[in-house]
């Protein structure tokens, strides 16, 4: 009997070893810092949650050396080391995995990041970029010259590069996205193009990635943000809302539809490129406005004095409105607006029908529907 009760005790005894060994070999990070220069440095781990960084883990520095070793995490993400109470920072990507973060604390954000696998695919896409933006950043600096000089020919036809250059950029990274459904990279960068896609355009990439990276949390924002955009598609009604002026009187948008085209211009005070379009914006409206075309400013400014400061600076003479919440404002999420300037063009019953029109495309449009 006592035997039987023995090998009742080591096999009890053996399971609960197993037990705890699947609990110890249970995925996991671990990160080996090697950063030297740092003695008796704290480093802070930390991600971006609803807007705000957070800290997920720490560790001091021995001689430039440190580890952290965390739980499981449900999938690769964007994440921060950042030495405590300092500016000095690098970014990676963190997944279950022993991850070695080398380099020197006064250039920390050249560190170098191996050993997780993600972070080696975005490397591997900022490597193929450099070429391009190399050349992005020579154009950059050619420009501040040319405006500086007041060369408008220079300024003009380097705009026309950059714009070149912009484009095979884009091209270059949604082919990463094509070509690398199951890189949790991907959801990033997709957020990243998303701004100047279309609904149908950001659905089809969500559509091609595999199921475990389209339920990251980022694509999940995204499946949110294209079922708003469907809303605001050209062929749709534009949804109605109401705003004060400038002199705190209530405006909605359906009191200003019934003119033969209606703009809702989405723009800021603080916004460079707003303000540089426009001049563009007040020449259509002075050519057309007798004609049925009409302008609905929507601003994403915070203060007041500003936005009524670069009302009357660019000559903006039609309606303006705003809830000064800058990017909290309740139209610009109504109409999944992410980027400024944004503009629909309305018929006369309130249908969509453009979207992001600015310069000559805009007088191009306008001209269409209400001739010369």
């Given at each position: 009997m006592k035997k039987i009760k023995m090998m009742k005790n080591l096999f009890y005894l053996a399971f609960i070893a197993v037990v705890f060994a699947a609990c110890s070999t249970e995925p996991h990070y671990v990160i080996n810092g090697k950063i030297a220069g740092a003695d008796s440095v704290k480093f802070l781990l930390q991600k971006r949650v609803d807007g705000k960084m957070i800290t997920i883990d720490s560790a001091i520095a021995y001689k430039g050396s440190f580890r952290m070793k965390g739980g499981s995490v449900k999938h690769p993400e964007m994440v921060l080391l950042?030495?405590?109470?300092?500016?000095?920072?690098?970014?990676?990507?963190?997944?279950?995995?022993?991850?070695?973060?080398?380099?020197?604390?006064?250039?920390?954000?050249?560190?170098?990041?191996?050993?997780?696998?993600?972070?080696?695919?975005?490397?591997?896409?900022?490597?193929?970029?450099?070429?391009?933006?190399?050349?992005?950043?020579?154009?950059?600096?050619?420009?501040?010259?040319?405006?500086?000089?007041?060369?408008?020919?220079?300024?003009?036809?380097?705009?026309?590069?950059?714009?070149?250059?912009?484009?095979?950029?884009?091209?270059?990274?949604?082919?990463?996205?094509?070509?690398?459904?199951?890189?949790?990279?991907?959801?990033?960068?997709?957020?990243s193009l998303s701004y100047e896609m279309d609904g149908n355009e950001i659905e089809s990439y969500i559509n091609a990635m595999d199921t475990a990276v389209a339920n990251t949390d980022i694509?999940?924002?995204?499946?949110?943000?294209?079922?708003?955009?469907?809303?605001?598609?050209?062929?749709?009604?534009?949804?109605?809302?109401?705003?004060?002026?400038?002199?705190?009187?209530?405006v909605s948008l359906s009191s200003k539809v019934g003119a033969k085209l209606l703009l809702v211009d989405f723009w800021a005070a603080w916004c460079s490129p707003c303000r540089r379009e426009n001049p563009n914006v007040v020449k259509v409206y002075r050519e057309y406005n007798k004609k049925g075309f009409d302008v609905f400013g929507v601003s994403l400014d915070q203060k007041k004095d500003d936005w009524v400061k670069a009302i009357s600076d660019d000559k903006l003479t039609w309606t303006h409105v705003s809830d000064l919440q800058y990017w909290n404002n309740s139209a610009a999420k109504l109409y999944a607006v992410n980027s400024i300037p944004a503009n629909f063009l309305l018929d006369e019953q309130g249908v969509i029908i453009g979207k992001n029109l600015r310069g000559e495309d805009l007088a191009a449009k306008v001209k269409e529907v209400l001739g010369n």
């Open positions: 950042t030495a405590a109470n300092t500016r000095l920072r690098t970014q990676f990507y963190l997944e279950n995995a022993e991850i070695t973060v080398a380099g020197k604390i006064d250039s920390l954000f050249a560190a170098k990041v191996t050993g997780s696998k993600t972070q080696d695919e975005y490397n591997g896409l900022i490597q193929a970029n450099k070429v391009l933006n190399d050349k992005y950043t020579n154009l950059y600096t050619q420009y501040q010259v040319a405006e500086q000089s007041g060369d408008t020919a220079k300024v003009a036809q380097l705009e026309k590069e950059a714009t070149a250059i912009e484009g095979e950029m884009t091209t270059l990274q949604k082919d990463f996205i094509k070509n690398n459904p199951s890189s949790f990279v991907a959801p990033a960068i997709l957020a694509i999940r924002n995204l499946k949110e943000r294209v079922a708003i955009m469907k809303t605001v598609a050209i062929g749709q009604k534009a949804p109605d809302f109401t705003m004060n002026d400038p002199e705190g009187n209530p």
